[in-house]
């Protein structure tokens, strides 16, 4: 995974299965057929109602092969399965073609805090 994270210039974080396991519902990948990871999503949830996608990648050498819309079709397919009835994803401007168009979300209004500019007091 660390490796599929730098083939796209991510930057990969040790030790990050661990702490998102246990609020995933699930998780897609795709393998060439050497058994080479080349692409990966991991889908959280609530518990309930709503999924989210997180993680969303495709190797930069497989990228604009329509491997990431199948990961997104899959995940949505299994999570429509396990009674989630909203799948959510945010995403920078630049990726709006790939989620709106290739893999079929809606443009909603979402609200964003940066954490890290937050005081104690919870005010940005």
């Known amino acids: 995974?660390?490796?599929?994270?730098?083939?796209?210039?991510?930057?990969?974080?040790?030790?990050?299965?661990?702490?998102?396991?246990?609020?995933?519902?699930?998780?897609?990948?795709?393998?060439?057929?050497?058994?080479?990871?080349?692409?990966?999503?991991?889908?959280?949830?609530?518990?309930?109602?709503?999924?989210?996608?997180?993680?969303?990648?495709?190797?930069?050498?497989?990228?604009?092969r329509g491997i990431g819309s199948e990961l997104v079709r899959v995940a949505a397919a299994y999570a429509a399965a396990a009674g989630c009835e909203w799948l959510f994803v945010d995403f920078r401007a630049e990726l709006a073609p790939f989620y709106l168009d290739a893999c079929g979300f809606a443009r909603t209004e979402a609200g964003l805090i940066h954490l890290t500019v937050v005081d104690r007091t919870g005010r940005a």
């Open 1 to 64: 995974m660390l490796d599929l994270v730098l083939s796209h210039g991510g930057h990969p974080s040790s030790g990050w299965w661990p702490r998102v396991r246990e609020h995933s519902l699930g998780w897609v990948g795709a393998r060439d057929h050497d058994g080479l990871l080349v692409g990966f999503v991991n889908v959280a949830w609530d518990g309930g109602d709503h999924a989210f996608l997180l993680d969303t990648k495709t190797r930069g050498s497989h990228q604009h």
